[in-house]
């Protein structure tokens, strides 16, 4: 296996490991490609800087985005940038 994709795996399980069905997680700023989609029955809460809806506003004439569209997930806690610590 090359080194840069057992990197990216291994990142990936990193983030991955101890979310379950189960246990709750929190990902940040999934956009339209989740980790752990709620979807497929995760349990997790998603935080980024936009809503679902200011995403889809922002992106609605974007051929790259716009056929992921579904994939944008409810965003349970929308945090402005001026919100974040400094």
């Known amino acids: 296996m090359n080194l840069k994709f057992q990197q990216v795996m291994d ?3 990193e983030l991955c490991r101890g979310v379950t069905y189960a246990n709750r997680g929190l990902e940040i700023g999934p956009f339209f490609r989740p980790i752990r989609p709620k ?3 995760f349990n997790v809460l998603t935080l980024d800087v936009f809503s679902r809806n200011d995403f889809i506003k ?9 056929p992921h569209f ?3 997930e409810e965003v349970a806690i929308c945090i402005r940038t ?3 610590p400094k």
Do not use: L
Not at 59 to 66: D, E, K, L, R, T
């Open 11 to 13: 990142r990936f399980t």
């Open 39 to 41: 979807e497929e029955g």
């Open 58 to 66: 922002m992106y609605a004439n974007n051929p790259n985005v716009g």
């Open 70 to 72: 579904k994939c944008i």
């Open 82 to 84: 001026s919100q974040m």
